[in-house]
């Protein structure tokens, strides 16, 4: 009698195991084949882009040893919040095959509004906030009209916008192209406050690990429950103890420093809110369907024009609220700065940062919680070549060329599907 493996004879197999056991292994060979199906048909998963950033960080880590400071880090952990509000945007806009180019104008926009509104009309900071988000909303309604009512390309459509918005932004700004922002005032603390108690980042750490492990069983015993494929148990437990060491050694990194940033905890609740909707929700599923295929969302009852609408009005939201934390960042709203909110950067690092983390260019592909693995790869990037002293010129060149990088993995993977006679 062999120990586990096919019976010569076809018959029963043995394997001197209980049931549980060989429900393990089974359930196990069965994920096995699923990876290994998804790697030949093309699809990239996480495990690749965290592959580059352990690289990214071991390479700049022995360049300079500030790298993994807890210092560096910390500060990492606030510059990545503007710009991965703003790609969580896009991703929305993405998944419906699309793209919207304003959104780095709209970003400035309203930290010039909120900056003229608050400074020089005396507007209370928390109504100019307001204001300045209901903006983008409505900059991202005036998009979603133009392209879902009226037919014209999105590409067409933001790029208009991307000059009328940034021409505005320097309206509103006027002769001296910068306001300064109140540093104690509330937009400032978006990205100065820091919870320094030890307890908060260690509870943030044991609420993310507890979620998703509660989380993914009850999406195992669902898959079960329908018949479905599920993963093993055994595999719920090693990614469940992987994310707490990563979540843990996180924390204790920021509470070595000034604690947890309150800007990184608002960035992964708006992660957690953004991915409960497209993945739990009705509205959800339809943006996902419609990524897959207009006709086939239309013909299955779908509102494809409002739902094309409520996507860039989603971008537009989070742009204005992704820009008001770069104003927060500078403590200033200057579309002329290199680095602010109106520049061509921050359009091009949030796409960068949608596209490096998994969500697919051409629709139906990605989710926010990409934007987080996304944006600390071009963060990291930034951070240890501002550590080496890198100039702004070879950061272009070399930000440019992961984007392009980034970019021809996922039409690889669409040419690879497409072979397949996959949509």
Not at 78 to 86: E, Q, S
Not at 165 to 194: F, P, Q
Request: glycine share 14%.
């Amino acid at each position: 009698m062999s120990r586990g493996g096919p019976h010569r004879d076809g018959g029963p197999v043995a394997t001197g195991r209980g049931p549980r056991a060989r429900a393990w292994q089974e359930n196990l060979r069965e994920y096995a084949l699923e990876v290994r199906g998804s790697v030949r048909d093309g699809e990239r998963g996480p495990l690749l882009v965290v592959a580059g950033l352990i690289v990214i960080c071991v390479v700049f880590q022995a360049l300079d040893d500030k790298f993994l400071s807890p210092r560096n880090l910390s500060n990492l952990g606030v510059d990545i919040v503007g710009t991965g509000l703003v790609a969580v945007g896009i991703v929305f806009v993405l998944l419906i095959r699309e793209i919207d180019l304003s959104v780095g104008s709209v970003s400035g926009l309203a930290g010039a509004a909120f900056a003229v509104l608050n400074v020089n009309h005396g507007v209370p900071e928390w109504l100019a906030v307001i204001v300045a988000v209901v903006a983008g909303t409505a900059v991202g309604a005036f998009h979603g009209f133009f392209f879902a009512w009226l037919g014209v390309p999105a590409f067409v459509v933001t790029l208009a916008g991307l000059l009328m918005w940034n021409g505005l932004t320097l309206y509103l700004l006027g002769a001296s192209g910068t306001i300064n922002i109140d540093e104690e005032g509330l937009v400032a603390s978006l990205t100065s406050r820091h919870f320094g108690a030890d307890v908060a980042a260690y509870a943030v750490a044991a609420v993310a690990t507890a979620g998703y492990l509660l989380t993914t069983r009850r999406r195992r015993s669902r898959h079960r429950a329908a018949g479905m494929p599920y993963r093993p148990m055994g595999e719920i437990w090693l990614r469940t103890a992987l994310l707490a060491v990563v979540a843990f050694t996180a924390a204790h990194t920021l509470n070595r420093f000034q604690g947890l940033p309150l800007a990184l905890l608002i960035f992964l609740v708006v992660l957690v809110v953004s991915d409960y909707v497209l993945r739990r929700t009705r509205y959800g599923r339809r943006v996902y369907a419609l990524g897959g295929g207009v006709e086939a969302a239309r013909r299955a009852g779908i509102a494809v024009e409002r739902v094309r609408v409520a996507m860039f009005m989603v971008s537009g939201t989070l742009a204005a609220v992704g820009g008001l934390f770069v104003a927060s960042g500078l403590t200033s709203a200057s579309p002329t700065t290199a680095r602010a909110a109106g520049s061509g950067m921050l359009l091009i690092n949030a796409i960068a940062a949608a596209v490096i983390g998994g969500t697919s260019l051409f629709g139906g592909r990605g989710s926010p919680w990409s934007v987080l693995l996304g944006v600390l790869i071009i963060q990291s990037i930034a951070s240890g070549m501002g550590l080496l002293g890198v100039e702004d010129a070879v950061q272009f060149m070399i930000t440019g060329g992961v984007l392009l990088a980034a970019v021809a993995a996922d039409a690889l993977s669409r040419r690879v599907e497409t072979r397949r006679g996959r949509p």
